[in-house]
């Protein structure tokens, strides 16, 4: 019996029971949509990441305090401007372009009657073209406030909101009060939004100097200011690597660090966290799609169960078709045919399943797209196949090693 033959009647037999076959593919359908669409929403939440994170720049290193993981050190030696200054030095450190600093404390701010507590950032004037933040109204803090320790202030839109009823509002140069001192507010910042639920929208910017000056006491011992962190613009993306080595000497030999555990620093860049939010995201994707996997499971078990009582069924014709000629081989290859067709039939099915949950979470979840890719279609499609293989061969099996006297006996 040819290919052609054995499909014709696979289909046949599917179609007697229709009601049957289509319940039996119903665990396969779930299974295979859930799988295409958890393995999408995955991908498409690392997307999602990846472009939240882009706003650091693939070319910026970060480089903050943090306590070191030696249990014979615990000091932490600040970041200062000194420091910044030596690094932006050409001879230290020749990939990196430009230093933008920030010193960093929280506070009041209020505008007539309303006030909020906001997080107020000193920054040096090339901090908006370092982060890639663009002024949205007005401009941006000058070198020459910088120099002169000006109270200007450029704020966020939440702020704005918050300050002045809406963020359509207009504040440049209305006056607020920073921790009670003036502040005339010379910009407003474009929509930032944030990562992991914390938004820098709701910043007050100031020059660095007032910042560590008016507002806080910050020096250093050495005679500089201290600096919260400092944002390392490399040359290209291809010198971010050798421009954290030049940054770890200096740093190693300014801060008197000999083993690399007692390093009271963190530099990091976009790369590095999307890498580990990446690893994340994936493990979990892998974890969903495992649980979803049940499901298919437990369609293939079914599969195999409705194969055993359709073998049971029709005992009598195979016993018949037996005795008139057809081979073991064609017994097994018809009834192992109709599992398969079970099977991939509730693949396509659950194809279309997973590709309406991705359109539906992409229209419902906003700045998440979700797409169901080529190769996630062919896994889909691989798997239940598979299944069908898997789950129908015993009862193929079984059906094919029956003797034709036997079978015609039966009742």
């Not at 289909?11 to 289509?22: E, H, Y």
């Not at 970041?79 to 010193?103: C, S, V």
């Not at 400092?230 to 000999?258: C, P, S």
């Amino acid at each position: 019996m040819n290919l052609s033959e054995t499909f014709r009647i696979a289909i046949s037999s599917l179609l007697i029971n229709r009601m049957r076959s289509a319940l039996t593919t119903l665990g396969i359908v779930i299974g295979v949509g859930a799988v295409i669409g958890l393995v999408s929403l995955g991908r498409g939440v690392e997307a999602f990441i990846a472009a939240e994170f882009q706003t650091l720049g693939s070319n910026i290193l970060e480089i903050s305090s943090s306590q070191p993981n030696s249990p014979t050190r615990s000091r932490i030696a600040p970041l200062t401007t000194i420091e910044a200054a030596d690094l932006a030095n050409p001879f230290t450190a020749p990939d990196i372009r430009q230093i933008a600093a920030t010193y960093e404390s929280s506070g009041i701010i209020t505008a007539g009657s309303e006030r909020t507590q906001a997080a107020i950032t000193g920054v040096t004037a090339n901090y908006a073209e370092v982060r890639s933040w663009p002024v949205m109204l007005g401009t941006f803090i000058t070198p020459a406030d910088v120099e002169d320790t000006q109270r200007v202030a450029v704020i966020g839109l939440d702020v704005v909101e918050t300050l002045f009823g809406s963020r359509e509002a207009n504040p440049v140069g209305q006056s607020i009060q920073v921790n009670d001192r003036s502040f005339t507010v010379i910009g407003v910042m474009s929509e930032r939004g944030g990562s992991f639920g914390i938004s820098e929208d709701g910043a007050v910017i100031v020059p660095i100097t007032t910042a560590q000056t008016r507002l806080d006491n910050a020096r250093a011992r050495d005679g500089g200011y201290l600096l919260t962190r400092m944002y390392v613009e490399v040359i290209d993306e291809e010198a971010v690597e050798d421009a954290r080595q030049d940054i770890e000497t200096y740093l190693n030999q300014a801060h008197g660090i000999i083993f690399d555990d007692e390093q009271d620093y963190t530099i990091s860049s976009a790369s590095d966290i999307l890498s580990i939010v990446n690893q994340i995201s994936s493990l979990l994707t892998v974890f969903l799609v495992m649980i979803a996997s049940i499901s298919l499971l437990v369609g293939g078990i079914g599969v195999m169960n409705i194969m055993l009582v359709s073998v049971t069924e029709r005992t009598r014709e195979i016993g018949l078709r037996k005795a008139v000629g057809a081979r073991q081989g064609d017994i097994l290859a018809q009834f192992l045919m109709e599992s398969i067709m079970l099977s991939f039939i509730g693949g396509i099915l659950g194809i279309a399943l997973g590709w309406v949950v991705s359109v539906l979470v992409t229209a419902f979840v906003a700045d998440l797209t979700v797409t169901v890719s080529p190769d996630a279609v062919i896994l889909a499609t691989g798997i239940s196949t598979l299944v069908g293989v898997f789950f129908g061969y015993y009862p193929a099996r079984r059906a094919a090693s029956m003797k034709p006297i036997d079978a015609l006996r039966f009742e």
